[in-house]
T-cell receptor
């Protein structure tokens, strides 16, 4: 099992550009999450999907959209990137509370 | 909503000594408290968790204690080793029995174990 995979690992964008971060899990988990990690602020939930076909806002959803494409895949889209979205983004999946995290995507917005 | 505070932000210990990280939470309905370890360049990984019906849980050199009355919980690492160097996060959730529990994370503690 690969667990949770994320692409890309690194990305540099210019202000106003758009991009989609991809996440996939092969553990047959129902729930998936997107977090951002900033220094001194821990992990903050952007969006989550409790099950296939549903998505909900987390703590910091502004500027992001998500798609739960199927049970395996959960993507995060930045429509118009801003410097404040420079961060490390983690995808996670869970079955019963234990969240399994991907390796992260380091995004820089210039 | 839930607010989790974590202290200290950095912790330097000598190899073989113990390390203690403390967290407090605000929502008395929280009932699940996991701890995650994040090594450099990797995603966080669960190392131990505790539910509100238990006061203490141990797993080899790590242990977690929970005080529901005071709304705080702690991670204890004994006989620290260089490989314990990492960032540790505490978290709290109100859905210990739900399969889609949302976690509220603390800010993290950078632990450095010096030989």
């Amino acid at each position: 099992n690969a667990g949770v995979t994320q692409t890309p690992k690194f990305q540099v964008l210019k202000t106003g550009q758009s991009m989609t971060l991809q996440c996939a899990q092969d553990m047959n988990h129902n729930s998936m999450y997107w977090y951002r990690q900033d220094p001194g602020m821990g992990l903050r939930l952007i969006y989550y999907s409790a099950s296939e076909g549903t998505t909900d806002k987390g703590e910091v959803p502004n500027g992001y959209n998500v798609s739960r494409l199927n049970k395996r895949e959960f993507s995060l889209r930045l429509e118009s990137a801003a410097p404040s979205q420079t961060s490390v983004y983690f995808c996670a999946s869970t079955q019963y509370n234990e969240q399994f995290f991907g390796p992260g995507t380091r995004l820089t917005v210039l | 909503g839930e607010n989790v505070e974590q202290h200290p932000s950095t912790l330097s210990v000598q190899e073989g000594d113990s390390a203690v990280i403390k967290c407090t939470y605000s929502d008395s309905a929280s009932n699940y408290f996991p701890w995650y370890k994040q090594e450099l360049g990797k995603g966080p990984q669960l190392i131990i968790d505790i539910r509100s019906n238990v006061g203490e849980k141990k797993d080899q050199r790590i242990a977690v204690t929970l005080n529901k009355t005071a709304k705080h919980f702690s991670l204890h690492i004994t006989e620290t080793q260089p490989e314990d160097s990492a960032v540790y996060f505490c978290a709290a959730s109100k859905s210990a029995t739900d399969s889609w529990g949302k976690l509220q994370f603390g800010a993290g503690t950078q632990v450095v174990v010096t030989p």
